[in-house]
């Protein structure tokens, strides 16, 4: 081989080197991740307590949006999820998600269906007045919740295109035939467990029609519900009563956030 060869084949392989170093140093450097929790009381982290100054809304620091945030290095986090927030709310929230959002945490649905009333009046009435509500619930689940959940979705998907966006279900309240021997019975626990389902079902569906990901919590919290013989994950009926039937700090740790880092590393 030549010297002009070698000295054309040596800066050939200079220039590979820097192309490839560059290529290297780049993929080393992990993009910026601007995260935004919306959503209702279940991420708000509402019976999680350690609620700072977040008024009524009740964002706790133990809940699973500011876990994530704080296990992740995040360049930005915006934390706005409030409890007792319905579809219509979480638009509103969605003002605090721009074109430079990069991940997206949602869950809602549960207030517009009303599970909170659906808890009180199954608390305060017969096994056929709970079963009935239920399926008036279950009802506006199926009918009239999609349109409302699709106005969230295309809100979120518009003002953010390029997020990663992950929608979060709830679990099934009770363990039937489990260890309480008090409370509900067996028939209207059942009953509102079937709510649940149909919420996860009718959420699942919309978040796969706008390409989101959804993650299911019924699984996650198996084993953990009110009335199961392991530690439960879930407030019964409690003081203050606003946390009653929503995550402890380890459903919040345990349950939400392992989930949620199932999908998201």
Not at 159 to 164: D, I, K, L, M
Not at 205 to 214: H, K, Q
Not at 219 to 226: L, N
Not at 227 to 241: F, I, K, N, Q, Y
Request: charged residues 15%; aromatic residues 10%; hydrophobic residues 40%.
């Amino acid at each position: 081989m030549t010297v002009r060869a070698r000295r054309f084949f040596t800066v050939l392989a200079v220039f590979f080197v820097a192309i490839a170093g560059g290529a290297l140093t780049a993929a080393a450097t992990p993009a910026a991740v601007n995260y935004v929790a919306l959503g209702d009381s279940y991420s708000s982290g509402v019976g999680a307590k350690n609620y700072g100054d977040s008024g009524n809304c009740l964002r706790s620091s133990n809940a699973y949006p500011q876990l994530w945030a704080d296990s992740h290095s995040v360049s930005s986090f915006k934390f706005v999820a409030c409890s007792g927030a319905v579809t219509s709310d979480v638009i509103n929230q969605a003002s605090a998600v721009d074109s430079s959002t990069t991940f997206i945490t949602v869950s809602v649905g549960g207030n517009d269906a009303g599970f909170a009333d659906v808890m009180t009046d199954c608390t305060l009435s017969s096994d056929s007045k709970c079963v009935a509500r239920v399926e008036e619930a279950k009802n506006f689940a199926r009918t009239t919740l999609p349109g409302r959940l699709d106005n969230v979705y295309s809100t979120l998907k518009n003002r953010a295109p390029n997020a990663e966006i992950v929608v979060l279900g709830y679990p099934r309240f009770y363990k039937i035939g489990g260890s309480c021997s008090v409370g509900l019975s067996d028939t209207k626990r059942a009953a509102i467990n079937s709510g649940a389902d149909t919420l996860a079902e009718v959420t699942a569906a919309r978040a796969a029609a706008w390409g989101l990901t959804f993650v299911d919590m019924r699984p996650a919290f198996s084993g953990h519900e009110i009335c199961a013989d392991g530690e439960r994950w879930l407030h019964s009926l409690t003081w203050p009563v606003v946390e009653s039937y929503h995550p402890t700090a380890n459903g919040q740790k345990l349950g939400y956030y392992a989930a949620l880092r199932s999908v998201t590393g």
